[in-house]
């Protein structure tokens, strides 16, 4: 049987409210919830949506990342729907990129950056129907919410209880969609590889995970400098390892004395860590993260909002 499912959405978690009733209005009903408050049209060809609990949908539909027609008992088929859902992956963690920051910009709230992935995706078919996803439990909350059986929320699903929703206002969703439109480009994969990699380090900052925070973070500093050296520099002979390309952006006054320290003794780390399984402390995973951060908005010309303090150094 053949499927076609161009759209893709994510929740936002946290769970958000957009424009939350207010003291002395009536409380919401399910088609209140699932109601469409934003809608934006990109010049990539990607059309967003935001309904009023936090469901973002980004329609691929007549783009690169539409997949048309596949048939998910042929293996092949099957194999390059799922790397078009891995893209799609990418992009929607690019519009959770953009929401923190349109959080910060418009009401200076730091909200928690998500990643998505295959599993936290949604699929729709073409008018918005059919949502499906290979994750069990949220399959399972997608069919009861199809019978309008849960209107009080998303649960979270490592607990399987309820949680806070954080009151937004409409113009953050529809700031989030300009800046998505600013900042993602079908062609320019290895800017969403590095907002899906740093997302994924803040992640494992969050969960503890300094080492993992650290290769995820250092994949991103190594490739950055790279192509730091090569826009400032060239491709000379000097420059073939780290510790020289981060020599020769000091020198040229690109990066800091300070950051310059901090890369080279992340470098040496980052190298016992590999050969050695050497331990990586909360420090140096918030230092990586901070200096990846700083020498992607070098690169790429925007700044990416992680909360600080989601691992605390005492």
Same mark, same amino acid.
């Given at each position: ?56 949908? +980004? ?119 300009? +800046? ?34 650290? +290769? ?46 901090? +890369? ?51």
């Amino acid at each position: 049987m053949l499927l076609h499912r161009p759209i893709s959405g994510y929740y936002y978690l946290p769970g958000i409210l957009f424009d939350a009733p207010k003291a002395g209005d009536p409380p919401l009903n399910f088609s209140d919830l699932t109601a469409l408050v934003a809608h934006y049209q990109s010049r990539s060809g990607v059309s967003l949506t935001a309904s009023r609990e936090g469901l973002f949908r +980004l329609d691929f539909s007549l783009t690169a990342l539409d997949s048309g027609p596949f048939d998910p008992d042929d293996e092949k088929s099957a194999h390059r729907f799922f790397d078009i859902m891995q893209l799609r992956a990418e992009a929607m963690t690019m519009h959770a990129a953009c929401l923190c920051s349109a959080a910060v910009e418009v009401i200076n709230l730091q909200l928690n950056w998500q990643v998505v992935h295959l599993d936290t995706s949604i699929n729709f078919n073409s008018d918005g129907s059919g949502a499906a996803s290979n994750f069990e439990a949220l399959h399972v909350f997608l069919n009861e919410r199809a019978r309008a059986q849960w209107p009080l929320g998303f649960p979270e699903w490592q607990r399987g209880i309820y949680i806070g929703r954080t009151p937004l206002p409409v113009s953050i969703a529809e700031r989030s969609f300009e +800046l998505f439109d600013s900042r993602y480009a079908l062609g320019d994969r290895q800017r969403q590889i590095h907002v899906q990699m740093l997302a994924r380090a803040a992640r494992h900052l969050w969960n503890h995970e300094y080492p993992e925070c650290l +290769l995820n973070t250092w994949i991103v500093i190594e490739n950055l400098l790279v192509r730091a050296c090569a826009a400032n520099i060239g491709r000379p002979s000097n420059t073939t390892n780290n510790p020289a390309r981060i020599k020769a952006l000091q020198q040229r006054s690109l990066i800091t004395s300070e950051r310059a320290e901090e +890369l080279t003794r992340l470098n040496a780390k980052r190298n016992r860590l590999v050969h050695h399984l050497d331990d990586v402390t909360a420090e140096e995973a918030n230092i990586g993260l901070g200096a990846a951060l700083e020498l992607f908005e070098g690169q790429h010309g925007f700044r990416l909002f992680v909360p600080r303090g989601w691992a605390m150094v005492f």
